[in-house]
C-alpha cells in the first residue's frame, strides 16, 4: 500500500502530465508521415461495415495495411466513435497513455531505489523532457510502447516479492507486440538481460512469468498468424522482412545515417536535463551492483547499441532509450539536493547561456514574427534560466524545483503554440488543398499530382489517393483528376482539361474524354 504523501505525488504527477499532453491537442493538423498514416487505418476500421472484420484485418485506402499490429488504430478507432474524425481524438489514445508514463516511472523508481526522492526527480525529469512530451502527443507509437515497458518492468520488479505480477510482465511484452510488432525483442531482451544480471534467477522458475508469457503474447501470435493465412507470402514480406528484418541491415525508404545520429538526438533535445547525465551514468557505474545501477546500464548501453548500429535511422526510434536517462537524471539530482553537492563552474555558466539564448529568442519572435506565446515561451526560459544560474553560483539546492517548474512553464508554452510540430513547416499546408479536393472530387477517387511525395496527412483530409506522378504520365491518363503546381500547369492542354479550383499554389485540373 501506499502513504497518503505518495498517492498525493502519484494525483500531482498524473494530473501535471495529463495537462501537458492534453493542452491544445487538436489544435494542429495531422503530419506526415505516421500520424496521416494511422489515422486513414483508423479511419477506416470505424468505417467498416459490422462483420468485415476491418479490424483485424485492416487496410490503408482499401489496400491491406501490413506495416504495424492494429492496437493503437483499433484504439484511435474508438475514439472516433466517440468524438467524431479530428486531431483531437486521433491523437488522444496514445497522449493518454504516455502521460501515464509519468506517475508510472515514479513506482519504478521507488521500488528501484527504495525511497521517493530519486523517483519523483525522475518522473520530473521525464515528464519535462521535450522528445517525450512531443512524440507523445502525437498519433505515433513510441510513447505507447515506452508506457508499456514501464509497466513490463515496474511487474517484474513487484514479482521480487509476489510473483503474481510476473503475469503482468508477459501482458505488458504481448501489447508492446500487438502495438509495435517486432520491437518486443529487443525489449523484452533488455528485461530479461537485467534480470539475468541482477540474479533473479528464482523468476526464471517462476510459472506465473511464463503462463504471463503465454498468455500476454497469445493475441498477437494470433495475429499474426491470421494475417499469414489470409495474406500468405505478401503479409511476410512486408511486415517482417520490409518493414522489420530490412531497417536492421538497410537503409529503407533513405532513412540513413552514422552510428552517432542517436547521439545527437539526444544532445539536442535533452537541454538542460543533459548537464546532469554525466554524473547520472556515474552514479550507476559505481552502484551497477545495486538494481537501480543495473537497469540504467543495461537499458542505456543495450538499447543505444542496438539502434545504433541499425542501417535504417529515425528520430523516434531513440525514445525508449528516455526512461534509463530520467532514471540515471533523477538519482543525481537526489545526490546533488541530499548532500548539497550544487557548487560547478560548468554548470552556471551553461545555465547563463540558456537563460541568455532564452532573452534572445524574446527578442527574436518579438521583431519578426510576433507570437504572444513564443515571446511569453523564451521570456520564461530566460528568467527561470537566469536564476537557476544565479542559484548554482550561491550553492543553492532551491535551483531543481526552480529548474523543473520553468522547464514545465516553457513545455506548456510551447505545447500551446502552433509550432510544436515544426515538421508542418517543411511543406505546402494541407488542409485548404484537401478542402479543395474534397469541393470537387469524390472520395476514394486516385488523383495525379506533380507533387515531389506522395502525402498521407493529405490522403487522410481529402479522403482520397494522392499519387504522384511525373509529367509524362500525367499527359496520359485521361478522365482524371490531376493536382498540379504552376510549372507542370503551363505544359497541360487546358482545352481538353477543366480547371476546378486553385489552393496553396495548386491548381485542381479534370481531364476530359477524347
Not at 175 to 185: E, H, N, P, S, Y
Not at 262 to 275: A, G
Not at 372 to 384: E, F, Q, R, T
Amino acid at each position: 500500500m501506499y502513504s497518503i504523501t505518495e498517492k498525493k505525488i502519484l494525483v500531482c504527477l498524473s494530473v501535471a502530465a495529463l495537462t501537458l499532453w492534453l493542452i491544445f491537442l487538436g489544435e494542429c493538423p495531422l503530419r506526415d508521415w505516421d500520424e496521416g498514416t494511422i489515422a486513414q487505418v483508423a479511419r477506416d476500421i470505424w468505417q467498416a461495415p459490422s462483420g468485415s472484420f476491418r479490424w483485424l484485418y485492416p487496410t490503408l485506402a482499401g489496400e491491406p495495411y501490413h506495416n504495424k499490429p492494429p492496437l493503437m488504430h483499433l484504439l484511435i478507432a474508438w475514439a472516433y466513435s466517440i468524438g467524431g474524425v479530428n486531431e483531437w481524438t486521433t491523437r488522444l489514445p496514445g497522449a493518454v497513455i504516455t502521460a501515464s508514463g509519468v506517475p508510472l516511472l515514479y513506482l519504478l523508481g521507488r521500488l528501484l531505489f527504495g525511497r521517493s526522492l530519486p523517483a519523483l526527480f525522475a518522473a520530473l525529469v521525464y515528464l519535462t523532457m521535450l522528445p517525450v512530451v512531443r512524440h507523445g502527443r502525437l498519433a505515433m507509437l513510441d510513447g505507447t510502447v515506452i508506457t508499456f515497458f514501464l509497466l513490463a518492468l515496474y511487474c517484474l520488479l513487484k514479482a521480487r516479492h509476489n510473483q503474481r505480477y510476473a503475469l503482468g510482465v508477459g501482458v505488458s511484452l504481448g501489447l508492446i507486440a500487438l502495438t509495435k510488432g517486432m520491437i518486443v525483442f529487443l525489449l523484452g531482451g533488455i528485461a530479461g538481460l537485467f534480470l539475468l544480471i541482477d540474479k533473479q534467477f528464482f523468476l526464471l522458475r517462476s510459472p506465473y512469468l511464463w503462463l504471463g508469457l503465454f498468455l500476454g503474447n497469445a493475441p498477437a501470435i494470433a495475429w499474426h498468424i491470421a494475417q499469414l493465412q489470409y495474406y500468405g507470402s505478401n503479409f511476410l514480406q512486408t511486415n517482417l522482412q520490409s518493414q522489420s528484418f530490412n531497417r536492421l541491415f538497410q537503409s529503407v525508404e533513405g532513412h540513413s545515417g552514422p552510428p552517432w545520429y542517436y547521439l545527437l538526438e539526444i544532445l539536442k533535445y535533452s537541454f538542460p536535463w543533459l548537464l546532469f547525465l554525466p554524473g547520472g551514468i556515474i552514479l550507476a557505474w559505481k552502484k551497477r551492483l545495486t538494481s537501480w545501477g543495473c537497469l540504467i546500464l543495461v537499458g542505456t548501453i543495450v538499447y543505444l547499441v542496438s539502434i545504433s548500429i541499425m542501417r535504417t535511422k529515425l528520430p523516434w526510434y531513440v525514445m525508449p532509450i528516455y526512461p534509463f536517462l530520467a532514471l540515471a537524471i533523477g538519482v543525481k539530482l537526489a545526490e546533488v539536493w541530499e548532500h548539497r553537492q550544487v557548487k560547478s563552474k560548468a554548470w552556471v555558466v551553461l545555465f547563463a547561456i540558456l537563460a541568455i539564448a532564452g532573452l534572445g529568442g524574446c527578442i527574436y519572435f518579438t521583431i519578426t514574427k510576433p507570437q504572444p506565446v513564443l515571446i511569453a515561451m523564451s521570456l520564461v526560459l530566460g528568467v527561470s534560466m537566469a536564476i537557476v544560474s544565479w542559484l548554482v553560483s550561491r550553492s543553492d539546492r532551491n535551483f531543481i524545483p526552480i529548474l523543473f517548474v520553468g522547464m514545465y512553464a516553457v513545455l506548456f508554452l510551447f505545447m500551446s503554440s502552433q509550432v510544436w510540430i515544426w515538421e508542418l513547416n517543411e511543406a505546402f499546408p494541407v488542409k485548404p488543398v484537401a478542402a479543395l479536393i474534397r469541393q470537387h472530387v469524390p472520395p476514394a477517387t486516385k488523383i495525379y499530382t506533380s507533387f515531389a511525395y506522395g502525402r498521407p496527412s493529405l490522403d487522410f483530409y481529402c479522403n482520397c489517393k494522392v499519387m504522384p506522378a511525373d509529367f509524362s504520365d500525367l499527359q496520359l491518363r485521361e478522365n482524371n483528376y490531376w493536382l498540379t503546381d504552376t510549372v507542370a500547369l503551363d505544359k497541360i492542354n487546358l482545352a481538353e482539361s477543366q480547371i476546378l479550383g486553385k489552393a496553396e499554389n495548386f491548381t485542381l485540373v479534370k481531364t476530359s474524354t477524347k
